[in-house]
């Protein structure tokens, strides 16, 4: 049994990517395959209580680096890694690039710290595919939905989403192979047309 495609989709609050994780899901599934769709901080029971923690409370830099792989590690144990290894596909709404982009551009977090902690949860596994949903600032900021409640993050200043994008434009020419940049500014049908091309083509 040839191991599944482990893909991620990545980018700063507001992007969009959400909504297209889902449909591309869905384009992988009606060309065949047994695709699992799951997110990050979360994906397990324990890892959305750690998700709960993260997105509200208080907490010092360092603890909130360790907690974002700490939830990792148990998602990579009881859904990643036994899904990769049946054949079937996982599409993780971010992952370890987003701890990169956030704690380490937005928090300014040494990389060499989060390079640690990465070798640590996982020295074997990167992605197979990485979509990087790109968009100007003030583009991200009118697309969240003011009605809602913000949260730790969403709550950021400007210069902590300028430099978390550019901490995900700095990785996706550090691991060109890997990365795919969308160009998020588009309508979204156009956006879609570009996905299903790429759904195809995998
Ligand atoms: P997000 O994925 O944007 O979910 P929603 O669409 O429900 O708001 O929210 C998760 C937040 O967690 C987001 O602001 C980015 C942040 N985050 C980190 O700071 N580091 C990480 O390693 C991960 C996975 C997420």
Do not use: N
């Amino acid at each position: 049994m040839a191991r599944g495609k482990f893909i991620t989709f990545e980018g700063i609050d507001g992007a969009g990517k959400s909504t297209h994780l889902t449909r591309f899901a869905e384009l992988l599934a009606a060309r065949g395959r047994t695709v699992i769709t799951t997110r990050e901080p979360g994906g397990t029971a324990l890892g959305e209580k750690l998700r709960e923690l993260l997105l509200h409370e208080t907490m010092h830099l360092e603890t909130e680096a360790l907690l974002m792989f700490a939830a990792r590690r148990e998602h990579l144990a009881q859904i990643i890694e036994p899904a990769l290894g049946r054949g079937d596909w996982v599409i993780s709404d971010r992952f370890t690039d987003a701890t990169f982009a956030y704690q380490g551009g937005g928090r300014k977090l040494d990389r060499q710290k989060l390079a640690a902690l990465e070798q640590w949860v996982h020295p074997h596994l990167q992605p197979d595919l990485t979509l990087l949903f790109d968009v100007p600032l003030d583009v991200a900021r009118a697309r969240l939905d003011a009605s809602r409640e913000l949260d730790r993050f969403e709550q950021e200043k400007a210069d902590f989403f300028e430099a978390t994008r550019a901490e995900y434009l700095r990785r996706a020419s550090e691991f060109p192979e890997r990365f795919r940049i969308i160009d998020s500014t588009r309508p979204f049908a156009e956006v879609h047309d570009e996905l299903k091309k790429l759904a195809a083509s995998l």
